[in-house]
T-cell receptor, first 113, second 113 residues
């Protein structure tokens, strides 16, 4: 069945450094890849997404890359700030296999001041 | 503009009981998806509702059922509660076939004792 694997499970960086989170997906029909940030006591919040016809997308300090051949996609956060500390989830969606979005297990990011 | 509203925020139930969780989608959204998030894990897809019908279902037993009303709000019902049903239940709304990105509520924390 569909699966999304996410690494690492925990990531600790110094303020100002970059953070990279990597995911792989199994369903070759997946065509939409959102990233969500979840802060304590809140629901996940969509922070950036990428579609299968695009290789890279950037929004200020956040960028996502997609390698469809390898079924890999990554989140890059530059110039990290303490408020970036949260759990980040990658996800994959296919509207051919159904309408559900499959989530990775999450990466807990700590940004040390 | 109100986002996704879920009620109640916290709930404690006894094994074998039944529970109903409620969700009001973001204004303008017509599709509601329900997810279960165990502690330290990613959200797991339960089912999605559109036009008052269950559009797709994840790997959850029939004890989990739902409903969508004409105003797009939704309920999640769980019968014969098990200890393993303890989790954060998230409701996510979206606009069918035009916006794959979800808007999540803050969730209902269900504890089964």
């Amino acid at each position: 069945g569909e699966n999304v694997e996410q690494h690492p499970s925990t990531l600790s960086v110094q303020e100002g450094d970059s953070a990279v989170i990597k995911c792989t997906y199994s369903d070759s029909a997946s065509n939409y890849f959102p990233w969500y940030k979840q802060e304590l006591g809140k629901g996940p919040q969509l922070i950036i997404d990428i579609r299968s016809n695009v290789g890279e997308k950037k929004d200020q300090r956040i960028a996502v890359t997609l390698n469809k051949t390898a079924k890999h996609f990554s989140l890059h956060i530059t110039e990290t700030q303490p408020e970036d500390s949260a759990v980040y989830f990658c996800a994959a969606n296919s509207n051919t296999g159904g309408f559900k979005t499959i989530f990775g297990a999450g990466t807990r990011l700590f940004v040390k001041a | 503009d109100a986002g996704v509203t879920q009620s109640p925020t916290h709930l404690i139930k006894t094994r074998g009981q039944q529970v109903t969780l409620r969700c009001s989608p973001k204004s303008g959204h017509d599709t509601v998806s329900w997810y279960q998030q165990a502690l330290g894990q990613g959200p797991q897809f339960i089912f999605q509702y559109y036009e008052e019908e269950e559009r797709q279902r994840g790997n959850f037993p029939d004890r989990f059922s739902g409903h969508q009303f004409p105003n797009y709000s939704s309920e999640l019902n769980v019968n014969a509660l098990l200890l393993g049903d303890s989790a954060l239940y998230l409701c996510a709304s979206s606009l069918v076939d035009r916006d794959y990105g979800y808007t999540f509520g803050s969730g209902t924390r269900l504890t089964v004792v």
